[in-house]
């Protein structure tokens, strides 16, 4: 079993709608959280970072962490055309070599 | 990220051929990676470098081998390719603790082994 499990998608939807993207993940040591944004042929960059349970938000998108649940969320509101790309979850340990482990990222379309 | 950068971009070679892939950076950072990514598996780590003379094995590393020339370059080799070894590889680095656990990202090369 994947320390991260995230659904690969793809995911279509219309303009405007609410996006909500999920990973899941086994391991209790991890206490950092990030999902990164990567569009065609470029390298992954990163979208939100949080390290504590609730939500964190930024523009229109809301990070949210339940770390009983060991369930991560990422919402994007209003989302535009120039979301269409994939996204990866990445967590981290609190100790050791604080090396990111990835969901496998989930493709998503927004028609316009 | 112009920050980091990767050569070459694409490359097309034969099973059994050695090959490098080289990693340069700009934003002063210490630690260094070396990820591939496949469709459906997502990025996994093969090695990384928390500075020149600290060097550590990741998930994925048989197969590969890794050079830090300097603080800014880091360099993946293939010795002998495979075809199970095509991939996009991404090179990253990290300002830890300073930054935090983020990494930047290079553009990826992708290698097709035939």
């Known amino acids: 079993q994947k320390e991260v499990e995230q659904d690969p998608g793809p995911l279509s939807v219309p303009e405007g709608a609410i996006v909500s993207l999920n990973c899941t993940y086994s391991?209790?040591?991890?206490?950092?959280f990030m999902w990164y944004r990567q569009y065609s042929r470029k390298g992954p960059e990163l979208l939100m970072y949080?390290?504590?349970?609730g939500n964190k938000e930024d523009g229109r998108f809301t990070a949210q962490v339940d770390k009983s649940s060991k369930y991560i969320s990422l919402f994007i509101r209003d989302s535009q055309p120039s979301d269409s790309a994939t996204y990866l979850c990445?967590?981290?340990?609190?100790?050791?070599?604080?090396?990111?482990?990835f969901g496998s990222g989930t493709r998503l379309q927004v028609q316009p | 990220d112009a920050d980091v950068t990767q050569t070459p971009r694409n490359r097309i070679t034969k099973t059994g051929k050695r090959i490098m892939l080289e990693c340069s950076q700009t934003?002063?950072?210490?630690?260094m990676y070396w990820y591939r990514q496949d469709p459906g598996l997502g990025l996994r780590l093969i090695y990384y470098?928390?500075?020149?003379?600290?060097?550590n094995k990741g998930e994925i590393s048989d197969g590969y081998s890794v050079s830090r020339q300097a603080q800014a370059k880091f360099s993946l080799s293939l010795e002998s390719a495979i075809p199970n070894q095509t991939a996009l590889y991404f090179c990253?680095?990290?300002?830890?603790?300073?930054?935090?656990?983020?990494?930047?990202f290079g553009p990826g090369t992708r290698l097709t082994v035939l």
């Open positions: 949080t390290y504590s349970s």
């Open positions: 391991n209790s040591a991890f206490q950092y």
């Open positions: 990253a680095t990290s300002d830890f603790p300073t930054g935090g656990d983020e990494q930047f």
């Open positions: 934003k002063g950072h210490d630690r």
């Open positions: 470098s928390f500075d020149v003379k600290d060097i």
């Open positions: 990445a967590m981290s340990a609190r100790t050791g070599r604080r090396a990111l482990t």
